[in-house]
């Protein structure tokens, strides 16, 4: 589905380049193949635990500190973004219309959650096997839902390792997890060359069907 999607989008072909586009794409195709034509009511589920298959090396010696964001879309953004556009009638700058386009992107999602309030960030060598970063609390999402990930650094500015989007009613209901290989990771999949990422390197996020 994502490559007749592509097909038909561009003359090139790659009219689904990135990652988490391609996952919706196939979301879709899901959705034709058992016939459901409207938007499905999504479903809640609790998050247990992020565990990381292999270490990303964002540090000098290969490991990393790694924690992660989540965030949803804000659904009561537009009126607030619509007051940080230029007038009606009126053309701004070039620079002015992309700050403005840049806040309005960044002003439609919104924080959920942050691993930091209740998982410390540790240092993990390059040769751990596994990284499970364990909620004390599960914490219930649905929806469209994008995960942030970074390594702490404790001179400079934090660096951004990877990010991708899911949706909550695509998770399997008889399954305690959903496993993303690197090809399947926002920014993960251009390590060409195993940088940063091991080429077996992957995410699972665990969790468990919330109560109807």
């Not at 016939?35 to 000098?60: A, K, M, Q, W």
């Not at 290989?181 to 060409?192: I, M, T, V």
Request: charged share 25%; hydrophobic share 30%.
């Amino acid at each position: 589905m994502g490559i007749f999607f592509g097909e038909q989008r561009t003359q090139d072909g790659k009219g689904t380049t990135i990652t988490s586009q391609k996952r919706y794409v196939e979301y879709f195709a899901q959705l034709i193949h058992q016939r459901i034509l409207s938007c499905p009511e999504n479903r809640s589920v609790y998050l247990r635990g992020i565990l990381l298959h292999g270490t990303p090396h964002f540090d000098l010696n290969g490991g990393s500190d790694p924690y992660f964001f989540i965030y949803k879309v804000n659904e009561n953004a537009t009126e607030q973004t619509q007051t940080a556009e230029s007038p009606p009638g009126r053309r701004g700058s070039s620079r002015s219309r992309s700050n403005s386009a840049r806040n309005s992107k960044q002003a439609h999602m919104l924080q959920i959650y942050d691993s930091r309030s209740e998982i410390a960030v540790h240092h993990y060598e390059k040769n751990e096997a596994e990284i499970l970063l364990e909620l004390k609390t599960p914490f219930k999402l649905q929806g469209d839902l994008k995960f942030c990930f970074f390594d702490h650094d404790a001179i400079g500015s934090d660096d951004p390792m990877f990010h991708f989007w899911v949706n909550t009613y695509f998770f399997p209901p008889d399954d305690t997890r959903v496993t993303l290989r690197k090809y399947e990771l926002d920014s993960a999949c251009k390590d060409k060359h195993n940088e940063f990422f091991d080429p077996d390197f992957a995410v699972s996020i665990l969790q468990s069907p919330a109560e109807p």
